[in-house]
């Protein structure tokens, strides 16, 4: 089968020929219809959890999907074979990924149906972004009120930050480029601050005197990048960064700082899938390509600057 990996951390990626894996115990074979890309996709591959968790080279890349159940395994399953379903394939080993053809889930693992009203496309762009925001939302314990500074708005993640945190009543403050403005406020942005063209903090602290009650920040890679950020919120507020930058940061005017981890589940995919079927919840495309254009895509998504999500039509 066709797929897009890595011959070894910190290489190109590029379309090559893998074997249709085949479903142990209790697993599901999905033919994969669409794959979204996320920054962990070229994360994982630059090596991210080398010596954390094991590895398979050549390391097909992606954790999204959606498509139909192609092959059931032996063993009980909830699954019948033309199910259309979608989930994230993050399991290890590491390099068992989504862009591909096909691809091997466990059946009781973050995976469940695609329901009525919701396209493989949309369902394919909600899982790592989609659990991700509302699991951030949590963490920031912002409520009716109270207000939120979402640093990389335009992206994946914060598209799906911005629209759920102000659906709750919190008054969101997007860090993103001009060009931006209008739509994130038609997601639910009350502010919108381009930095590139005014200063952040005179900007922030102009529409929230005192500070913001909590930081979401999905674009800093680098402690003082995060720390410049979280000093934005006010004193005994929080900051989560997502980028593994928050655990090494101490920060000042007793402002908190808290780390990130997934924690996916087929509970919470359904929660986000009513909310698109719904009209709550929209997952704005910047690109629909085909597989082979890959490379070319994760490259332009380590330059930074995502505006809404990059999928992979195969």
Known sequence: MRAVAVKEFRAEPELIQVPKPEPG???????????????????????????????????????????????????????RVGDAVFGQAARPPVGAGTYAEYVAVPQDGPITYVPEGVDMRTAAMLPTAGMTAAQLLAVAGVSSGQSLLV?????GVGCCLTQLAAARGVRVVAVVRGDEELR??????????????????????RACPGGVDAVADMASADPASFAAHAK??????????????????????????????LHASATLLEALAAAAAD????????????????????????????????????
């Not at 010596?51 to 032996?74: K, N, Q, S």
């Not at 994130?184 to 602290?205: I, K, Y």
């Not at 809404?308 to 195969?314: R, Y």
């Open 279 to 314: 009209g709550e919840l929209q997952t704005p495309v910047d690109a629909e390509l085909p597989l082979e254009k890959a490379p070319e895509a994760l490259a332009r998504n380590r330059a930074g600057g995502a505006r809404g999500k990059t999928v992979f039509a195969l």
């Open 25 to 79: 115990e209790g697993e599901v074979v999905v033919k994969v219809e669409y794959a979204a890309l996320n920054p962990v996709d070229w994360q994982l591959a630059d090596g991210a959890l080398d010596g954390r968790a094991p590895h398979v080279f050549p390391l097909v890349m992606g954790v999204d999907y959606a498509g139909r159940v192609d092959v059931v395994g032996p063993g009980d399953n909830r699954f």
């Open 232 to 261: 934005l919120a006010r004193p005994g507020g929080l900051a989560v960064g997502t980028r593994f930058a928050a655990g090494s940061v101490a920060l000042e005017g007793d402002v908190e700082a808290a780390g990130f981890q």
């Open 151 to 155: 640093v990389g708005a335009a992206g």
């Open 184 to 205: 994130m406020r038609r997601l639910g942005a009350a502010v919108t601050v381009d930095p590139t063209s005014e200063d952040l903090t005179a900007a922030v602290l």
